[in-house]
């Protein structure tokens, strides 16, 4: 075996090593993702408007596939997918939730169709609903979440509504 062949045939068994490790790397980037903790409120309030648009779904199917999507892809950067994208952002939620991806993906691409007018409303819903399972990993607390405040008492509920409770001027303490 000449010299140049050896190279060759080395190259070549390089190269077909490289691309059987480059997807596991890959991933193996995108898994180690930190995944940022949701805060209690505003698991509330994601799940509050996911429930408030399926409500307008029968109204404005187009309109509440739009708000699913917009509000699937916020819910995911709040949770520390990326942002510059929603390829980049697919990738990194099918590395964690592979299952369920799918339905976002659908959810999404029928999202972008809805302008056209000429979608179904079955197919609308059918998205919606497939999407449902990874809204709702996205939204559950996690156990690096935030552990849940006590509820707040009467003074602490008129402070966050910007009340500011009456003091009581009693007798001057200095007799």
């Known amino acids: 075996m000449s ?13 077909m090593a490289g691309l059987a490790i480059a997807p596991s790397v890959r ?22 408007r996911w429930a408030g648009l399926q409500e307008r779904f029968v109204d404005s199917p187009g309109w509440a596939l739009r708000e699913a999507d917009r509000l699937m892809g916020a819910l995911a950067v709040d949770r520390g997918y990326p ?18 991806t799918d339905g976002y993906r659908r959810l999404h691409a029928m999202a972008a169709r809805v302008h056209d007018g000429e979608t179904a409303t079955e197919r609308m819903r059918e998205a919606l609903v497939a999407a449902r399972p990874l809204f709702e990993q996205l939204v559950r607390a996690q156990p690096h ?31």
């Open 3 to 15: 010299t140049v062949t050896l190279i060759i045939l080395l190259a070549v068994l390089a190269a």
């Open 83 to 100: 942002a510059e994208s929603e390829e980049k952002r697919m990738d990194a939620l099918s590395v964690r939730h592979p299952e369920e």
């Open 145 to 175: 979440d935030e552990r849940p405040l006590p509820p707040p008492g009467p003074r602490q509920r008129d402070l966050e509504r910007g009340r500011v409770p009456r003091q009581r001027l009693g007798p001057a303490a200095d007799h």
């Open 27 to 48: 991933q193996g980037r995108k898994g180690e993702l930190p995944v940022r903790s949701l805060p209690s409120e505003a698991r509330e309030q994601y799940a509050a």
